[in-house]
């Protein structure tokens, strides 16, 4: 029987807690900081999730069986290692393989060395360079900062004019601090995304099924860019030849670049895709599990959580058969008054507990505090409600008709969450 913590306190970090209570492994689990819809299914810590230190102490003293890390921050500063000197097992990249999410030209220095399709770049160590190179993009570009800049960080620009400003604000006026001291200009794919994540254990990838995310905050992927405001799993678009070429094409060498490098990569790979009329190419990496995604993937998960992260970390995937559901998982993200750009906190939220009971519904919380007993918004995402079920229209039915029990003041989310799939699936 094992101890488990989890470090974060989001939506995806409670779609981990439950899927790792549902084991028989598991004896106690620990959530850092978690939140107080985290707080009725683990115990919650009051420690941030970059408190490196403090979180490794409090390893040490509750004997921690298995650290397992939501967010990018922690592992792109190296909690894996200081857990691993210590001793302690933990599921997630080392602070250099963290990196292929930490550095934007780290990561598509390995992709080109390592042959993994992806857009054309150039890297831009300064803004006079910039400029001079900018000549050279004349149509759309993509202008990136190379840092983390919590999904902000990169703009897909109609003319040379405007990538021009978003570099001036990202190298100059530094708009994303140090994370902007070098950029990236990359050319401009066009067709669908999509997120493959995979367990990672150095040596071997098993895929998870493949989702789509919805970036932009209002319906018909309008206004602003946000952390993703839903989900959905497997993905239609996502067909097996398509995943086989996924595998061949991007998987393989990827774990080639990984030796090769002498990473140690025991945890979560996240693709983030574009399907172009070439084929699939790398986006983005991420190294830890997506979110919304992963409120969408999990619940499709048969197998035991545990014993594959314990596998991962172990270095023991290639033995193990991982066994998903046929069934359909979608998401919708229920934001905040002010989300993405300020969002309101202490409202009062209603309903979540109706809407949990209802068939096929998992409610996921994410920014939800507690006020005098009652439940408040304490973020900009504060529930991601998924429904299952056996077509893609069943669980979208049940993901909405669940939404539909849930209120606060201000509440935002999208009513076209799997629309597009929907309609392509019917043709
Ligand atoms: P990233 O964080 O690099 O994935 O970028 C965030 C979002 O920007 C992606 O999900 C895409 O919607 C868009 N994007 C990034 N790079 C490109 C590209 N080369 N071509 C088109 N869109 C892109
Ligand atoms: N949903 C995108 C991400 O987790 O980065």
């Keep these: 029987m094992m101890n488990i913590l989890v470090v974060g306190g989001g939506g995806r970090e409670h779609a981990l807690v439950r899927a790792l209570s549902a ?18 299914e683990a115990e919650c ?29 922690p592992l792109v500063n190296g909690l894996v290692d200081h857990f691993r000197r210590a001793g302690l097992k933990v599921v997630g990249p080392t602070r250099a393989a963290a990196r292929l999410e930490g550095s934007k030209s780290f990561a598509k220095e390995f992709m080109r060395k390592y042959g993994i399709p992806t857009a054309r770049c150039e890297v831009i160590p300064n803004f006079r360079k ?4 900018l000549t050279r993009w004349p ?27 978003f570099l001036y604000d990202v190298m100059e006026k530094e708009i994303f601090g140090g994370a902007g001291d070098t950029a990236v200009i990359e050319e401009c794919l066009e067709g669908q995304e999509a997120t493959v994540m995979a367990f990672c254990d150095g040596k071997t990838l098993a895929a998870m099924p493949a989702s789509q995310d919805h970036k932009r905050l209002l319906d018909n992927d309008r206004g602003p860019n946000t952390g993703g405001m839903g989900a959905y799993a497997p993905a239609p678009l996502i067909t097996p030849d398509l995943q086989a070429d996924i595998e061949a094409t991007i998987f393989k060498p990827f774990l080639k670049g990984l030796q090769a490098e002498s990473f140690d990569f025991r945890g979560i790979i996240y693709f ?36 594959i992260l314990l596998a991962v970390a172990e270095q023991r995937l290639s033995g193990l058969r991982i066994r998903w559901s046929k069934q359909t998982a979608l998401t919708v993200v229920l934001a905040a008054a002010g989300y993405p750009a300020g969002p309101e906190r202490g409202r009062t939220v209603k309903g979540i507990r109706g809407a949990a009971k209802g068939e096929g519904v998992q409610v996921y919380c994410a920014g939800v505090g507690e006020q005098k007993k009652q439940w408040v918004t304490a973020g900009g995402r504060v529930l991601a409600v998924t429904g299952i079920g056996s077509s893609f229209k069943e669980a979208r039915d049940r993901a909405y008709k669940a939404v539909a029990k849930i209120s606060f003041s201000g509440m935002q989310y999208r009513r076209d969450i799997g629309a597009k799939a929907m309609e392509a699936l019917s043709r």
């Design 23 to 40: 084991s028989k492994k598991v004896k106690k689990i620990w959530c850092a900081p978690g939140n107080a819809g985290i707080a009725a």
């Design 45 to 73: 810590v009051a420690v941030k999730s970059d408190d490196i230190p403090r979180l490794l102490k409090f390893a040490r003293e509750k004997k921690v069986d298995l650290t397992l890390v939501g967010p990018e921050s």
């Design 130 to 133: 910039g400029t001079y190179v």
């Design 139 to 165: 149509g759309r570009s993509v202008v990136k900062a190379d840092g983390l800049a919590a999904g902000k960080g990169v703009k897909v620009c109609e003319s040379q004019a405007e990538a021009k400003e």
């Design 272 to 307: 983030g895709l574009m399907i172009t009329p070439q084929g699939p190419k790398v986006l983005e990496f991420n190294v830890r599990f997506g979110d919304p995604e992963t409120q969408v993937v999990l619940p499709l998960l048969e197998s035991d959580l545990t014993e």
